[in-house]
């Protein structure tokens, strides 16, 4: 069973910083994409930053030269630098991974995966 778990949200003051850490386990080949999404209460999710398998990085132009996306990848994880936090940041925050994996006749698939989200709140 595959499975991405979050780690590093929380409460944080204006300008302030988090780490936010996602971490893929379960029976998988390897993993292509991986990215952050937000969803703030009452707004769709949005993309906030993603990165290949070979880390190129994209990012939301509202967290660019703000948040930093860097994977590893025999750690099969992902991580979110993000700075200078400002309250608009608030948000549920989720990881979402391109997982390759087998299917049962033995062919090559790619499945996307979400995690649970994180809850971070900046204060102002």
């Known amino acids: 069973q595959v499975q991405l778990v979050e780690s590093g949200g929380g409460l944080v003051q204006a300008g302030g910083s988090l780490r936010l850490s996602c971490a893929a386990s379960g029976s998988m080949i390897s993993i292509n994409g991986m990215g952050w999404y937000r969803q703030a209460p009452g707004k769709q999710r949005e993309l906030v930053a993603s990165i290949t398998s070979g880390g190129s990085a994209n990012y939301a132009d509202s967290v660019k030269g703000r948040f930093t996306i860097s994977r590893d990848n025999v750690k099969n994880t992902v991580y979110l630098q993000m700075n200078s936090l400002k309250p608009e940041d608030t948000s549920v925050y989720y990881c979402?991974?391109?997982?390759?994996?087998?299917?049962?006749?033995?062919?090559?698939?790619?499945?996307?995966?979400w995690g649970p989200g994180t809850q971070v709140t900046v204060s102002s």
């Open positions: 979402n991974a391109d997982l390759i994996m087998l299917d049962r006749f033995r062919r090559y698939i790619t499945t996307s995966y």
